[in-house]
């Protein structure tokens, strides 16, 4: 495996850092005055980022996410790694290359699955930045680790298929620029377990979606994104909204959700990055007892662990990158599964360590560190718990001895 960079995307690597630096880390804390001056985080979007997207995609830094060159930048999961290692070092990064979730999911689902008039009427204004999206899997009433628990109904009747059901943590709703979701539920409970799911197109203005409530995170709504619980009542849609065909819901969750788990460990490695980077200049810059904090000899072994941690998720992230390009995803199941249960719980220790080198600073508001632990932690359960990753991991290591 040679996990060196070709000149392309090292060009690419220092566009995107030089973005991040000019125009990204300044307006973080814009983005924060523009939401309170607005007064509604909810249905107003803070003109930076507007701003912002329109100086990436005038840069070319847009859709660097999609391997497909006719949609994106035409990279691999290989090429793509550290470029979004470097987006997931601001709350503010993902959006602003249009490279954020679930959109992403979204526009790789239909840009592999979507029909011609799908792909105009919902990718094409993604793909732009026009609107944004959801995807509506997690149910509240079940065990959603296993998605064959799934209740919510896709019922065919006539031209039209008829949804019911309650979904939460349907990340993305809250946006007012959302206009679509993915919307997964079963379609035939008397098919084989992994046929009865279905996943449709479902615009956010249909009749019968009502969004009950956005779900706060540890304390943050991630406004005007947000996480939300819906009510689906006899919601009525054509059946050309169909994803691929009925009973293909949880081949496409598995095809959708392989690249988005990556992606999402790539975010990680950044965000672990810039708090070993914040620990680093903050315990530089201050003294207890007499001598710089970096000078403590507990202090240096966070320091250390934090940079061996980092190093080994990174290695481990992009063997899997090399493997879903080289092999697929289905081979290289067991090394998705191994950096989803990893890079979350480095992250954690990572941002832990530098949490408590800042002291009282690191839990506030003041610095970006208390935000991104928030977002690790939601990560070891949002594209399935460790203990489910784990159990895959044991049994494909199990039947190399059968």
């Known amino acids: 495996m040679n996990f060196s960079y070709s000149e392309k995307v090292v060009k690419l690597q220092e566009q995107v850092t030089q973005f991040m630096e000019e125009y990204i880390y300044p307006n973080e804390t814009v983005f924060r005055q523009q939401q309170d001056e607005q007064g509604d985080r909810w ?20 859709n660097l996410f999609l391997p497909d060159d006719s949609y994106g930048a035409g990279l691999t999961n290989l090429e793509y790694a550290p470029l979004c290692e470097i987006m997931g070092r601001s709350f503010l990064a993902p959006e602003v290359f249009n490279c954020n979730a679930p959109d992403t999911g979204n526009m790789e689902v239909l840009a592999r699955y979507g029909t011609e008039e799908q792909k105009k009427q919902w990718l094409e204004p ?26 919510s109904s896709i019922v065919r009747d006539g031209d039209e298929y008829v949804i019911n059901g309650r979904k939460w943590w349907t990340s993305g709703a809250g946006d007012p620029r959302c206009k679509v979701m993915i919307f997964m539920g079963k379609s035939d409970p008397n098919a084989a377990k992994h046929e009865q799911q279905s996943m ?21 709504d991630d406004a005007p994104h947000g996480h939300a619980e819906i009510l689906f009542t006899d919601v009525r849609v054509p059946a050309e ?30 965000a672990a990055e810039r708090s070993l980077e914040l620990m680093c200049k903050r315990t530089s810059e201050r003294e207890t007892f007499g001598q710089k904090i970096s ?17 080994q998720a990174r290695l481990l992230t992009l063997k899997a990158a090399y493997m879903m390009d080289t092999v697929g995803n289905k081979v290289a199941k067991s090394e998705i599964a ?16 530098a949490i408590q080198a800042f002291g009282g600073a690191g839990v506030s508001e003041d610095f970006p560190i208390a935000y991104m632990y928030a977002a690790a932690r939601t990560l070891r359960i949002a594209d399935g718990p460790d203990e489910v990753h784990s159990r895959q991991i044991a049994r494909l290591e199990l039947k190399k001895y059968r």
């Not at 249905?43 to 847009?62: Q, V």
């Not at 993604?126 to 209740?151: C, H, P, Q, W, Y």
């Not at 956010?204 to 009502?210: F, I, L, S």
């Not at 994803?243 to 790539?266: N, S, T, V, Y």
Request: hydrophobic fraction near 45%; include cysteine; charged fraction near 25%.
């Open 43 to 62: 249905n107003k979007i803070p003109p930076i980022i507007d701003e912002l997207k329109a100086k990436a995609k005038e840069k070319g830094l847009w």
């Open 126 to 151: 993604l793909l732009e930045g026009e609107i944004r999206s959801a995807f509506a899997m997690t149910e509240k009433d079940v065990a959603s680790s296993d998605a064959t628990n799934i209740e």
């Open 200 to 220: 449709i197109l479902l615009p956010m203005d249909a009749e019968g979606v009502t969004v009950e409530r956005m779900l706060p995170v540890f304390g943050y």
């Open 241 to 270: 909204n169909i994803l691929w065909g009925e009973g293909k819901g949880f081949a496409i969750a598995q095809g959708r959700l392989g690249p988005g788990r990556i992606h999402h460990c790539m975010r990680l490695i950044g």
């Open 295 to 311: 000078n403590h000899g507990v202090v240096q072994q966070w320091i250390a662990e934090s940079r061996m941690d980092i190093e």
């Open 338 to 353: 191994m950096i989803k249960v990893v890079a979350p719980n480095m992250a954690l220790r990572v941002i832990d360590r």
